[in-house]
């Protein structure tokens, strides 16, 4: 289903529409972009992401995993030792991700002006409005 047929109902997701909620997810944009570098054990990779639950990280890894994006190698030695790398499929996905990434910081300031001139104006209508409305 081409992403125009998209219903935003989320009612008939298909499934393209959920892997890029995956991929895209606030955790699952961190973990691709950071298994990029290289293979992350657990702990390294929550905290190099940073801020990030157990759970939430763990979650998100074994979704990317059933999505055939990471892969979990995990070693039979004590202490257990687990590493998280990127498939290839995953590589792709985390090119694609990081370069909207790299995107959002370079046009971070035109950002933030539209944000500023979008709540001058909706100040500016608000007031505006106000008036209005103690006039009538």
Known sequence: MPVSEWKGDG???CPQR???EHVTSRWGVLVLIQLLDR???FSELRRAIGRVSEKMLTQTLQTLER???VHRDAKPVIPPRVDYSLTEL???AAEQVRA???WTEQRMADVL???QAYDERRQAYDEAREIQSRAS
């Open 39 to 41: 293979p992350y054990r």
């Open 113 to 115: 002006g539209a944000r």
């Open 100 to 102: 909207l990434a790299q």
């Open 11 to 13: 009612e008939a997701m």
């Open 18 to 20: 959920l892997v890029l």
């Open 67 to 69: 999505d055939g994006l």
């Open 90 to 92: 995953g590589r792709e």
